[in-house]
């Protein structure tokens, strides 16, 4: 009889983390809270005010609907990862992401109805289950394809970002299967050179007339999503690997925790603002968000001392392992 159980002596020792991943995934959550800071701060119908207009103010260039495709990605690509790992330690992984999904479900419906309508994670869950979950049992050429073609429709239909989380789904799921995720680190070339293209053709795009409608808007936002993206990787292949793993990393590795915990941090401080978030300064929004971040990564680093997870992290683990997880760093 098949058991999901692992005892963590029996299991295989964990795969090692791919570091930048853990990097860009933090760079990804500081550019989603800028985003966010507003719409929270609202309480109101956070839809509306995830999408504001493109023109004019500097966040609406270059930071809404820029980094939650990094982070759509990321979530394909870990799922996936995940899955290979399970799939050496258990007898059905399937059943343990089936798990890990539903966990993930809770969290994110008891984040939106206690505290933020915007939550995200109640789509990454459900988009999960029906779309990614899936996905497991198909090849990969399939994903690949079903990627593009989701990813389109969305654009086409001008479906705005959420409508763009099953596509970007994929794309992690398909590019973790191909072997691209696991030389990401091997090389500087590539995403330089796609760093490049991305830049120019989201720059001819915005310059382009009726930047403001939805579709250019979002093609531009994967344009600046994937340049972003691939800049990070080309700087830590330089010196200043250094300082973006001391920046990004304690936030990435604890994203989970930090999404929630910036939703509290973004309302207390919105009560000590007092004036009403839709008339603050891209500065007042800025410093904000750069104060959270800041508590937020303090908090982090001093955590990681002692712990290999940030807390909300290892409960997820526990819940989808069915086994209490060593906490504390070796």
């Known amino acids: ?26 760079f990804a959550l500081c550019g989603i809270l800028l985003a966010n800071v507003v719409p929270i701060a609202q309480t109101g119908d956070a839809f509306a005010a995830a999408a504001p207009d493109s023109g004019g103010d500097w966040l609406g260039v270059l930071v809404h609907q820029r980094f ?40 994110g419906l008891a984040h939106m109805f206690l505290l933020w309508r915007g939550d995200i994670l109640t789509v990454y869950a459900v988009v999960g289950l029906v779309v990614l979950l899936p996905s497991t049992w198909l090849p990969r050429w399939a994903v690949a394809g079903s990627a593009v073609a989701l990813i389109a429709v969305s654009l086409i239909i001008q479906g ?52 403001g409608d939805v579709f250019t808007f979002t093609v531009t ?24 793993q001391a920046v990004f990393t304690p936030l ?47 908090w982090s680093a001093l955590w990681l001392r002692r712990f290999r997870q940030g807390p909300l992290e290892w409960l997820w683990r526990r819940a989808t392992w069915g086994h209490r997880p060593s906490a504390r760093s070796s």
């Open 68 to 107: 939650f495709p990094i982070f759509s990605l990321l979530f394909g690509v870990g799922f996936s990862l995940l899955l290979e790992s399970a799939a050496e330690r258990v007898d059905r992984p399937r059943l343990l992401l089936l798990r890990r999904l539903l966990v993930l479900l809770a969290i």
């Open 252 to 298: 990435g590795r604890m994203a989970l925790t930090n999404y929630l915990t910036a939703t509290v941090l973004v309302l207390l401080i919105a009560r000590l603002v007092g004036d009403a978030p839709a008339t603050w300064s891209s500065a007042t929004v800025t410093s904000i968000a750069g104060g959270v971040l800041l508590v937020q990564w303090l």
């Open 160 to 211: 705005g970002h959420f409508s763009m989380v099953p596509g970007l789904f994929l794309l992690g799921s398909a590019l973790t299967r191909y072997g691209v995720i696991g030389r990401v680190e091997g090389s500087t070339r590539v995403p330089a050179a796609l760093c490049l293209i991305f830049a120019v053709s989201a720059v001819f795009l915005h310059r382009l007339p009726g930047t």
């Open 1 to 26: 009889m098949a058991h999901e159980h692992v005892s963590p002596r029996d299991a295989p020792p964990a795969r090692s983390r791919i570091s930048a991943l853990d990097v860009v995934r933090g």
């Open 221 to 244: 936002g994967l344009l600046q999503a994937g340049a972003y993206t691939c800049a990070v990787l080309v700087l830590l292949r330089t010196p200043a690997r250094r300082v973006l």
